[in-house]
Antibody
Framework: QVQLVQSGAEVKKPGASVKVSCKASGYTFTSYGISWVRQAPGQGLEWMGWISAYNGNTNYAQKLQGRVTMTTDTSTSTAYMELRSLRSDDTAVYYC?????????????WGQGTLVTVSS | QSVLTQPPSASGTPGQRVTISCSGSSSNIGSNTVNWYQQLPGTAPKLLIYSNNQRPSGVPDRFSGSKSGTSASLAISGLQSEDEADYYCAAWDDSLNGHGVFGGGTKLTVL
């Protein structure tokens, strides 16, 4: 069965970086993209960007350009999302999701979420 | 302020039919398909409707989606207590080199 298992919760200070992993299993990793979505406490969902697990192409949300990097390691079927220069408003649960269609916001499987807390 | 506009709340009694609207523009709903996600408290979102009106396997046919122009809607018939959740619409937006957009979410309460 398809599973996306994310790394554990993180606490970071403002200005630091965080790297969240998302290990996929149960399907051919390179046949789908991975998108990242975050949810601040009590707020809605925010699309962060997408990476093709096939060729590494990326598309990031404009507001995160320059601070976010998404990568994949096909040898371990793992996707990564790194966010730099963290601010308090980056505190959120970060989800990875399997993207069925490019430019579709069509996510059929989700990770369990990773809470990232940014606090001094 | 979300790009897609949803009512913040909706409610109904068991057995009733409720609808949740999602309003966008020509660059998102007007030119791309709409997907809907259900998020139960404390859990990850779950795909409910894709490509405007398609249900993934396992989703009851009580849930249906539609799209017209720059708006979409999710209908839930035969409302059940376990339907109490947050519901989000989502679509691709062709502006700014393309990016994903979500609605602000609608909290459905089953009275």
């Amino acid at each position: 069965q398809v599973q996306l298992v994310q790394s554990g919760a993180e606490v970071k200070k403002p200005g630091a970086s965080v790297k969240v992993s998302c290990k996929a299993s149960g399907y051919t990793f390179t046949s789908y993209g991975i998108s990242w979505v975050r949810q601040a406490p009590g707020q809605g969902l925010e699309w962060m960007g997408w990476i093709s697990a096939y060729n590494g192409n990326t598309n990031y949300a404009q507001k995160l350009q320059g601070r976010v990097t998404m990568t994949t390691d096909t040898s371990t079927s793992t996707a990564y999302m790194e966010l730099r220069s963290l601010r308090s408003d980056d505190t959120a649960v970060y989800y990875c999701a399997r993207e069925v269609a490019v430019a579709g916001i069509f996510f059929d499987y989700w990770g369990q979420g990773t809470l990232v807390t940014v606090s001094s | 302020q979300s790009v897609l506009t949803q009512p913040p709340s909706a409610s109904g009694t068991p057995g009733q039919r409720v609808t949740i609207s999602c309003s966008g523009s020509s660059s998102n709903i007007g030119s791309n398909t709409v997907n809907w996600y259900q998020q139960l408290p404390g859990t990850a979102p779950k795909l409910l409707i894709y490509s405007n009106n398609q249900r993934p396997s396992g989703v009851p046919d009580r849930f249906s989606g539609s799209k017209s122009g720059t708006s979409a809607s999710l209908a839930i018939s035969g409302l059940q207590s376990e339907d109490e959740a947050d519901y989000y619409c989502a679509a691709w937006d062709d502006s700014l080199n393309g990016h994903g957009v979500f609605g602000g979410g609608t909290k459905l309460t089953v009275l």
